[in-house]
């Protein structure tokens, strides 16, 4: 029933036992939520753009199958439903209720929960019992969130956290030994993390973190397989250096990390250019992706990556000649320097 025109669907329960699916996206003058009571069977439910919705009502507790809770653009919601468990709820994404200030406490075995452009004012208690949660991504628009409780490093099942916007974030606590991928984007009082060097995180980007201590910086650049953090220069680990986009290298080894220091000529609010690598063996060619790419940086930045060589049809030989010459899509991207650590292990 998307794109629809109505206020309200029905009046009262309906027979609905057979309903798996249900789709109001675009329903933009929908006020009151329908009484879904007896759709005991629903497993997707889109509320995407309902922005005259105001109010989830406690009565959304009897979706016992519900497995996907889609809620973008409802500009109005105010209260979401409190105290439901949610049985099967797995992902639930909430975007651009900007009057919302809390999370709904819908199910403590959700394990993705997408929060994105809200005005959340702080992470809920209840977060503690979230055992299952595994990717978190909380993108604030409003200034108050100070910080990140204590608690969350018991979340041993979080494997990606990423929080963008929270511009009064100085220091991160003490993060669980699961997490593989963390990203914190325009925190510009961010100083302080708190991970160590045999930490099992392989992806620390940092974008617009231009307070980000020494120290942090040094863990970051160390033991990350990929990164992103503001910074003018190669990091000294990085023990083949270029000025510029290329450099050329002899080694018998096939893992490496790669660095380069590169600018946005001008500000850019989308397309966002790919990062490439060239890479030449005894004059024989690949390319490859910079994963995590270039996102919405202000300053100079370092990009991060790592590879293993793959020998195809009999490319490697002992002591390679092996070159590396990073582009970009675009012209408004220029690559400063660039750096390669050969990984012995």
């Known amino acids: ?6 206020e309200k669907l029905w009046e009262g329960p309906q027979p609905l036992t057979n309903l798996k699916k249900m789709n109001l996206n675009g329903s933009k003058h929908l006020k009151e939520f329908p009484d879904l009571s007896n759709a005991t069977n629903l497993e997707d439910l889109v509320l995407d753009n309902c922005e005259s919705l105001v109010e989830i009502p406690c009565s959304i507790g009897s ?12 500009l109005n919601l105010q209260h979401g439903p409190t105290h439901c468990n949610l049985a099967s709820l797995k992902i639930f994404k909430l975007i651009g209720s900007r009057n919302l200030r809390k999370i709904p406490d819908l199910s403590t075995n959700i394990t993705t929960l997408l929060v994105m452009e809200t005005m959340l004012e702080e992470v809920p208690d209840s977060f503690r019992h979230w055992s299952r949660l595994g990717r978190l991504c909380i993108y604030s628009w409003v200034p108050t969130l100070e910080k990140i409780p204590e608690f969350i490093k018991y979340l041993h099942g979080l494997k990606v956290l990423q929080l963008r916007n929270l511009r009064k974030l ?11 991928s963390l990203t914190v984007a325009s925190s510009v009082l ?18 617009n973190c231009f307070k980000l201590g020494r120290e942090a910086s040094r863990v ?14 190669i990091p000294v680990e990085f023990d083949h250096r270029a ?42 060619y690949a390319e490859k992706l910079i994963p995590e790419g270039v996102q919405r940086i202000e300053t100079e930045h ?7 060589l793959l020998d195809k049809d009999g490319w490697l030989q002992q002591d390679n000649e092996i070159s590396f010459e990073f582009s970009a899509t675009s012209q408004n991207l220029e690559i400063i320097e660039c750096g390669v650590q050969i990984l012995v292990d």
């Not at 100085?170 to 593989?180: H, I, Y």
């Not at 970051?220 to 220069?233: D, E, N, R, V, Y």
């Not at 370092?302 to 293993?308: A, G, Q, R």
């Open 190 to 207: 961010l100083e302080t993390v708190s991970f160590s060097f045999d930490s099992t995180i392989e992806i620390l980007c940092f974008p």
């Open 220 to 233: 970051i650049t160390t033991i990350a397989l990929h990164a992103c953090l503001p910074g003018s220069k």
């Open 1 to 6: 029933m998307p794109e629809n025109e109505l």
């Open 63 to 74: 979706l016992h199958k519900l497995k996907y809770l889609f809620m973008a653009n409802c």
């Open 243 to 284: 000025i510029g986009n290329s450099l050329i290298i002899r080694s018998d080894f096939k893992r490496f990390r790669i660095c380069v220091v590169i600018s946005l000529k001008e500000k850019m609010e989308k397309d966002f250019p790919e990062l490439l690598c060239r890479i030449g063996i005894n004059d024989c």
């Open 302 to 308: 370092m990009l991060i990556s790592s590879f293993d």
């Open 170 to 180: 100085a220091s991160l606590p003490e993060l669980p030994g699961s997490l593989t």
